[in-house]
């Protein structure tokens, strides 16, 4: 891990392998780049990648400050990869990555050659029977409760029933309401 100071923000960066250069964000809130690491191995051999702690997460958290809320993290983070020299060719992240990427490449506040975005959270219309499900999951009381809501929140977007797999899975899980 190297600490890469751009735009004002000092980011922790693991970088990996030679090649073209690529970023990769991870989800979160709270996670960091660990979450990354396994694809960040398979792709070191064609790629330079670079898998930074977002700021106030992992290694680029500032001791006794909490995560910053979704813009303040935005406008950080869209702030130090603008300002790296030489620009990355390639961006990429998984669900919260994903969503700063897209949005910076939809705001034209980043710039790459190409994109990678794995699991990119859905925007979903306020008052439609997804979003409403979406809201009663965030506010279920108790493990059954949220599996039956899990369960039927990937009938409705799927439109199929979960594996006998996926649902032995899901009983076995531990699973705490947001």
């Not at 790629?47 to 993290?73: F, I, K, Q, T, V």
């Not at 794995?118 to 009663?136: E, F, G, Y």
């Not at 799927?158 to 797999?165: C, D, F, H, N, R």
């Given at each position: 891990?190297?600490?890469?100071a751009?735009?004002?923000e000092e980011?922790a960066?693991l970088r990996l392998g030679e ?6 964000l991870?989800g979160g ?6 979450l ?6 398979r792709?070191e051999?064609v790629?330079?990648l670079?898998?930074?702690?977002l700021?106030?997460h992992g290694r680029s958290?500032l ?5 910053p809320?979704l813009p303040?993290l935005q ?8 300002a790296?020299?030489?620009?990355p060719a390639?961006?990429?992240?998984h669900?919260?990555g994903?969503?700063l990427?897209?949005?910076g ?15 990119p959270p859905?925007?979903v219309?306020?008052n439609t029977?997804?979003a409403r ?5 965030t506010?279920?009381?108790?493990a059954?409760?949220l599996r039956?809501d ?13 594996s ?6 899901l009983?076995s899980?531990?699973l705490?309401?947001p």
């Amino acid at each position: 891990m190297q600490k890469i100071a751009a735009g004002g923000e000092e980011l922790a960066v693991l970088r990996l392998g030679e090649g073209v250069p690529v970023v990769l964000l991870h989800g979160g809130p709270g996670l960091d780049h660990h979450l990354l690491l396994p694809l960040a191995r398979r792709l070191e051999g064609v790629a330079e990648l670079w898998l930074p702690d977002l700021p106030g997460h992992g290694r680029s958290r500032l001791a006794g400050r909490p995560l910053p809320e979704l813009p303040m993290l935005q406008e950080r983070t869209f702030r130090w990869r603008a300002a790296l020299d030489p620009a990355p060719a390639v961006l990429g992240g998984h669900s919260l990555g994903a969503w700063l990427v897209r949005e910076g490449l939809a705001q034209q506040r980043l710039e790459a050659r190409g994109a990678l975005l794995l699991s990119p959270p859905t925007p979903v219309a306020p008052n439609t029977a997804p979003a409403r499900r979406r809201r009663r999951i965030t506010r279920a009381s108790g493990a059954r409760r949220l599996r039956a809501d899990l369960v039927e929140l990937i009938e409705e977007e799927t439109g199929e029933a979960p594996s006998k797999e996926f649902l032995e899975a899901l009983s076995s899980a531990s699973l705490h309401p947001p």
